[in-house]
């Protein structure tokens, strides 16, 4: 069975730093982009990142750029988000999605082409 599960997730105090990891199971990752997406409460879906099958083209949304780094070790089937410099802000539910496609699309992360997704894991900036 086709799966993505984010893990890493918690409460972390503003200045923070979590690195959450996505791992795949069912199939193998080396031929897909991976692309990284949150949702706070009460507001819209947005990407975050994405890693293109290589993991030699990423891209980031201007929010987390500079603070965030996605990565991907595909001999472990994982895809991983550090993020740093943490803000209340960064709080939401953070997904991990496959793209049909080995590349990621355009400059900024969206959820074009993306066809399964994980459940998410939550996280918390406060203090």
């Known amino acids: 069975q086709l799966q993505l599960v984010e893990s890493g997730g918690g409460l972390v105090q503003p200045g923070g730093s979590l690195r959450l990891s996505c791992a795949a199971s069912?199939?193998?990752?080396?031929?897909?982009?991976i692309g990284w997406f949150r949702q706070a409460p009460g507001k819209e879906r947005e990407g975050v990142s994405c890693?293109?099958?290589?993991?030699?083209?990423?891209n980031y949304a201007d929010s987390v750029k500079g603070r965030f780094t996605v990565s991907r070790d595909n001999a472990k089937n994982a895809v991983y988000l550090q993020m740093s410099s943490l803000k209340p802000e960064d709080t939401a539910v953070y997904y991990c999605?496959?793209?049909?496609?080995?590349?990621?699309?355009?400059?900024?992360?969206?959820?074009?082409?993306?066809?399964?997704w994980g459940k998410g894991t939550l996280v918390t900036v406060s203090s």
């Open positions: 999605a496959r793209n049909r496609y080995r590349d990621c699309s355009g400059t900024k992360p969206t959820d074009y082409g993306m066809d399964y």
């Open positions: 890693i293109s099958s290589s993991g030699g083209r990423t």
């Open positions: 069912g199939f193998t990752l080396d031929y897909y982009a």
